[in-house]
């Protein structure tokens, strides 16, 4: 393009942009200001220090569950109770994280619950698995989740304990006032043992290994008793035995090996043989025993023994010579602590 050409056109360009500038003065400066200010308010936020945006509190105190007073229970469900920190009463932006833990198993959160306006929130019907349930609760909020409370446990059992009654058997006779019930069933059971017969009753608790020891009065004749249990969790059960209360009492039985002997044989051993039994009809061992024989013409012979195993005791002894003809005795005395004495005699007779 000649240069000419190229001058004029310059020139042209100037000019308009000449009056673009003069029609638009005013709007220049406030496009100016504009950016001015933009400008600024860039440098300003680049530079300035940054302020932290709000976030929520971190909750750092745990709630607490209320322990029950018992914790076994036949009940399929339980209500729990969650008390929180004062500050989070009412509080719609935190809820409470109930945790369970079963045998060998982790902790796993199983509900969440809005917080009452209350210090305690109640659970409603939390089901429970057979045997031990741990629960745990947390608070959780925009702050994160508390640590988590103790532990509460609950024991679920629906089953009714077992009774057994290891004596006396039954139908057995007990010669005695009150007749002693010995068994075995869950441990921390409550017990009460009825007599139908004369309505006496007493009350007991197994002990720790399940055992138990109860003495029910007797009447006269077959006495029916009932032993009902309620274990831990509130489930019953019964047992019953027959016993019968005998009119036996402590007996002895005198016995000797001769009771006729001739006065022409003499010198003659003789055996005297008691046989003890308690008022069962049992053989009763280490029993005092005393043995007296009195022989016409001779002084009389006595001796203390006990009886053995087998609730015998023996007297062996020698009628001598110069014993006069007649009747004479022999006797046996037998006193024990528990049943009282008893006594027996025979005649010992020295013939021609």
Do not use: C
């Not at 400008?39 to 750092?60: M, R």
């Not at 745990?62 to 029950?68: C, E, G, S, Y």
């Not at 009628?319 to 602590?337: C, I």
Request: glycine share 10%; no cysteine.
């Amino acid at each position: 393009m000649p240069w000419l050409v190229r001058l004029a056109l310059i020139a042209a360009v100037v000019a308009l942009s000449a009056g673009i500038l003069y029609v638009g003065a005013r709007g220049f400066g406030v496009v100016v200001g504009g950016v001015g200010s933009s400008l600024g308010g860039f440098v300003k936020g680049v530079t300035a220090t940054p302020s932290p945006s709000p976030i929520a509190d971190t909750v750092s105190a745990a709630p607490t569950l209320d322990q029950p007073s018992e914790p076994y229970t036949s009940e399929a469900t339980v209500d729990l109770v969650v008390t929180v920190p004062a500050s989070l009463i009412g509080d719609a932006t935190h809820r409470i994280r109930l945790y369970l833990t079963l045998p060998g198993q982790d902790a796993t959160p199983i509900t969440e619950v809005p917080i009452a306006d209350t210090a305690k929130t109640v659970i409603p019907g939390v089901s429970l698995t057979d045997g031990i349930n741990d629960f745990q609760v947390s608070i959780t909020g925009p702050g994160g989740e508390t640590d988590r409370s103790a532990v509460v446990r609950y024991v679920f059992d629906d089953a009714p304990p077992k009774i057994t009654i290891t004596s006396p058997k039954n139908n057995a006779v007990v010669n005695s006032k009150a007749v002693t019930i010995k068994g075995k069933t869950q441990a921390r059971t409550t017990l009460l043992a009825r007599n139908d017969a004369n309505g006496s009753s007493v009350a007991g608790t197994a002990e720790s290994d399940g055992t138990f020891t109860l003495s029910v009065a007797l009447a006269t004749g077959s006495n029916k008793i009932t032993v009902t249990g309620t274990d831990p969790a509130g489930n019953t059960a019964q047992a019953s035995v027959s016993v019968k209360r005998g009119t036996g009492k402590l007996t002895v039985d005198l016995s000797a090996s001769s009771y006729n002997i001739k006065r022409s044989r003499l010198p003659e051993p003789i055996t005297l043989t008691a046989s003890v039994t308690d008022p069962d009809g049992h053989v009763l061992p280490g029993a005092d025993v005393t043995f007296t024989l009195s022989i016409p013409g001779i002084p009389t012979v006595s001796i203390d023994t006990t009886t053995g195993g087998d609730g015998q005791a023996t007297f062996k002894t020698t009628v001598p010579k110069g014993a006069d003809l007649g009747q004479g005795s022999a006797t046996v005395l037998v006193t024990t602590k528990d049943f009282g004495s008893a006594q027996d005699y025979t005649v010992i007779t020295i013939s021609k």
